[in-house]
Structure formats: C-alpha cells, structure tokens
C-alpha cells in the first residue's frame, strides 16, 4: 500500500512538472497539450522578433524611444514602503499617478549609477532568494525609486477600455501565434527601476508572462500547494496573496510552511523568454534592475475532466462567488436608479451653500449624526488621539456601541441608508462638501461611524462614481477626499476593514446555506 501510494504520488509530481520548449507551439497543440493539463511552460525566446525586444532595450536607447512614445503619458504606479517587496494587499501600497517620462527618468538615474548599465542577471537556478545589492542600498537617492513600480499598466483591455494608459506601444508586440484564437482579457506593461519582489499569489485568469529586457526569476506552486501558503481569507481584499513572507517566514505561526520550497519550482527567464502560468498557480517573481515584461492574460475553459490539483483553486473561486451573490442579491439593489454622466464634465462644487437640495439635506443628515455623540469641543481634538482621558474613551466606547448595533443591516443604520440613497454625482459633491466645511467630521464619521455595511455601501458609491466620470476626476477626488484625513492609511484601513467584515459575515451565510453550518449572526443587509 505504502508503495503504491509512493508511485501515485510520483507520477503526480511528474505531470506538474514545468516544460521548457525551445519552439513555440501551434494554437492548436497549445490548447490540447499545455493549457488543457494547466501546468506552466518556458517558451525560450518565443518573442525576440519583437519589435519591442530591440526598441524599449535600456542598454540600446530604449528609454529614450519610450520616452519619445509615451513619455507625455500619466500611468499608475505602485508605491510602497516595503520595497524590495511590493505586497499585494491594497494596506500595503498606494497606487499613484505618475508622468511616465518622470518613471524614464528614475530609469536613467539607475543606469548612471550603475557600474555597467545593466543589472546583475540571476547566474544561477541554484540562487535562493533576491538578495538587495548593497552599494544601491547605501545611496540615499536610491530610496525613493526602489518603492515605485510599474505594476499591470494597460496596453490593451477589452474589458475597460477607458483605462488604457499605454495604447500607442500596442504595434511594438504582437501576440504570440498560440494565443491567437484567444479572446484576451487585458495586456500590460511591467516595468521596474530597480530589483523588485512580489509576494506570492494566483491569478484568475491564464497568463503569458513576457520577458522583452532584463531578467526574472519565477518560483511556482500548484494550486494543490494552498494549505502550505496560508492563503488569505477568501472573504478579504487579498484573498489571491499567501499570508507567508517568503523573505522572512515565521514558521511558529506558520507551521506548514515549512515545506514550501519542497513542492516549489523555479524557472529564469531572460530576455525574449515567455512563461505560461496557469490560474491558480501561485508565484513568486523576483525581477532585476531596469526588466521589462509584457503579460497576456485571458479566461480558460474550465472542462469536466478537470485535474485534481486545481480542486483547491476552484473551491476557493466558487465559495468568493457566492460570497458575492449573498452580498449583492436583494431587494435594495434597484432601490437607486443611476444617472447616466458618461462623457460629461462635472462641475466640482464642495461649498454647502452650492449643492442640490438634496445634496445638502444628506450632508445635514451626515454631520447631524456625528455630532449627536460627540460634541463640538471634542470633535476639534484629533479623533485618532491616543490620549487615555475620560471624555475620549467615552466617545470612543459610544462609536463602538453603534457600529456594533448596526454592523449589518442597511435599514438599521442611518449612515448607510443616507449614502445608499444617493445618485453618484450627488455623493461626490456631498463628501467634497464635507471635505471642504466638516473634514474632522469627516474623519469621525470614518474612523468611528462607519459600520461594516457602511463600509459595503461607501465602496459601492465609490465604484459607482468611478465607473461615471473622467480617470483625472477619480484621481483628484481621491486626492482630495484622503487628504482631509490626518492619517490616510488608517482610513483607508478602517474602510477596508469594515468592508471586509462585511464580507466575512456575507461568506458565513454562504456556508450556512449551501454546506448547512449554522454560525448564528447578523445576516448582511446589503
């Protein structure tokens, strides 16, 4: 018995095996022989008669070609305190707009300083993790460009056409001839001015992973290898990303973690190399100075003979999908027609005495319910004080008796049945109003008010607005609208969390109704 279960297990590990195929295969075999079995693949050199392969080369004038293509452009780039390790939890970094021709010049900077132009590649698969190159981590003008990626800048994306930032490079790629059957999701610029990291996680679609410079290494588990990742709770904002830090694992409060690298596969990509990653596989991607990359990712066809490897994946899938459901399936859902703002100009109108009426009746309402609990005095101390006082402690143990009350139900909470009822242009004007006259209200309203329905409701009315105005309208808003807080992370964090909180109880109803465990509760009333 023990035998034969060594010989499964054997043979399994054999067929998740990574192939490196020195020719790039037809449409045709690709389908039958490497995307159906959902295992990745190496494709050596399958893109250097790119265009791009020679024109966007930093060591041949590339920077200066994409500074003269797209320099003018306005990208979104990812900042975050933790680099080398760019965390893919929305608490962990900041997206910000940036002038790509600003990025260019980071780029720049990086060469000058280096000794040869060009980073050290990874010499060997036998090299564990990315170590930082210590003469650039000495250099004080290294600090600020090692946080700011270019992480998933839209090329092409036939699902959201109106965040397209780097539409004018589509000529320098091509899709390579397997893909062409395939209806692509999305194409994406990567691009990184010094060594970067990202933490481990799956995608939700296939992905063909690029290299046109520099050089990356991929470690890979299947989606078989979830229990010893840790992967986030399927209800958060995170739930693809593993809690385990690679770099640093805590094996006493991740015990199975232990065993990573044991089921982990490596791969070096160089440039013109391509990596197949099939959804739910997780990886790591560890890139070198100045590497650039482009990524094709489209939907699969999930067939009946599905592997049993990918059972976990889709498990995890299936229950988010009916996490959603229960979240969004009810009656208030047509409660609040939306007007259709597309292609205007909105007029950004954030003193009181400019509002609709019933702009200014929600903002009466909203600031109204703040100061019922806390009076004017202490609503002009900072309301995130740490201070230990009586009449703090008070107002905090108040916030916390109403946020528990009415943590889901939307027709018990007055702060989400004021937000809900309003159309997307009037809840725009209504908090830049608040910004404007009320911003410790604001902040109040926030940090202490906001229940977990109230968090649901608020991020709704943000996808909402998003969805009806300009890209400099939404990054101005948000500018705007954090920027009243003495703490922006922590808004952020507060929002997210009751968000998240939602979704847990949403997730539970879930189980009670579809796997029988009773879990007792609040239902959510959104």
């Excluded at 306005?74 to 929305?90: C, I, K, N, R, T």
């Excluded at 090329?155 to 397997?178: A, C, H, K, M, Y």
């Excluded at 100045?290 to 094709?296: G, W």
């Excluded at 703040?370 to 002009?380: D, G």
């Amino acid at each position: 018995m023990v035998s034969n279960r060594s010989s499964v297990r054997t043979a399994m590990e054999e067929s998740l095996q990574i192939q490196r195929l020195e020719e790039a295969p037809s449409a045709r075999d690709f389908e039958s022989r490497i995307e159906s079995t959902n295992v990745p693949a190496v494709f050596n050199g399958c893109v250097k008669d790119w265009k791009a392969f020679s024109k966007w080369n930093p060591s041949n004038g590339g920077l200066d070609y994409l500074q003269e293509r797209v320099g003018l452009c306005v990208v979104e780039a990812m900042l975050s305190s933790s680099a080398p390790v760019f965390y893919g939890d929305l608490r962990s970094h900041e997206r910000v707009p940036l002038p790509f021709s600003a990025f260019i010049g980071l780029c720049k900077q990086r060469m000058r300083h280096s000794e040869d132009g060009s980073g050290a590649c990874f010499e060997s698969e036998q090299r564990g993790l990315l170590e930082p190159v210590s003469e650039y981590d000495r250099e004080p003008y290294e600090d600020a460009p090692q946080q700011i990626y270019l992480a998933q800048v839209p090329i092409i994306n036939t699902e959201n056409e109106d965040r397209v930032q780097l539409e004018s490079l589509r000529e320098d790629i091509q899709t390579p001839v397997f893909l062409e059957d395939k209806v692509l999701a999305s194409t994406n610029l990567w691009m990184n001015n010094a060594q970067a990291r990202s933490s481990t996680h799956y995608d939700p679609h296939h992905n063909l992973l690029c290299i046109v410079s520099g050089c990356k290494q991929v470690v890979l588990w299947p989606p078989s290898a979830s229990a010893i990742l840790y992967p986030m709770p399927i209800y958060g904002e995170a739930s693809n990303h593993s809690s385990v830090p690679l770099e640093n694992p805590d094996f006493s409060n991740y015990p199975r973690a232990q065993c990573l690298m044991e089921y982990s596969q490596k791969v070096i990509l160089h440039a013109g190399d391509a990596l197949f990653i099939p959804e739910g596989w997780f990886h790591q991607v560890d890139s070198d100075d100045l590497t650039i990359a482009v990524n094709f990712w489209w939907r699969s066809n999930i067939v009946s003979n599905m592997s049993e490897h990918m059972d976990a994946y889709y498990l995890r899938i299936i229950l988010r999908r009916l996490t959603d459901k229960e979240m969004n399936d009810n009656d208030l859902d047509q409660a609040c027609e939306r007007k259709d703002l597309k292609g205007k100009e909105l007029e950004q109108r954030t003193m009181s005495h400019e509002l609709e009426p019933l702009a200014i009746h929600a903002l009466h309402e909203l600031v109204s319910l703040v100061h019922h609990r806390v009076n004017a005095a202490e609503l002009r101390q900072p309301v995130q004080s740490t201070t230990t006082t009586d009449s703090a402690a008070s107002v905090k143990d108040e916030f916390t008796k109403v946020v528990r009350a009415n943590s889901f139900s939307l027709e018990d909470d007055p702060v989400a049945k004021i937000i809900w009822a309003l159309q997307p242009c009037t809840f725009r004007n209504v908090f830049l109003a608040m910004v404007k006259n009320f911003p410790r209200t604001l902040e109040a309203l926030i940090l202490h008010l906001l229940s977990p329905v109230g968090a649901e409701v608020l991020t709704c009315k943000f996808e909402e607005m998003d969805q009806q105005i300009t890209e400099e309208d939404r990054n101005r808003f948000y500018q705007v609208f954090y920027g009243a807080f003495d703490d922006q992370f922590a808004a952020m964090d507060a929002i997210l969390n009751g968000k998240e909180l939602f979704a847990l109880q949403a997730y539970k109803n879930v189980l009670d109704k579809y796997l029988g465990v009773d879990w007792g509760g609040p239902k959510p009333g959104v």
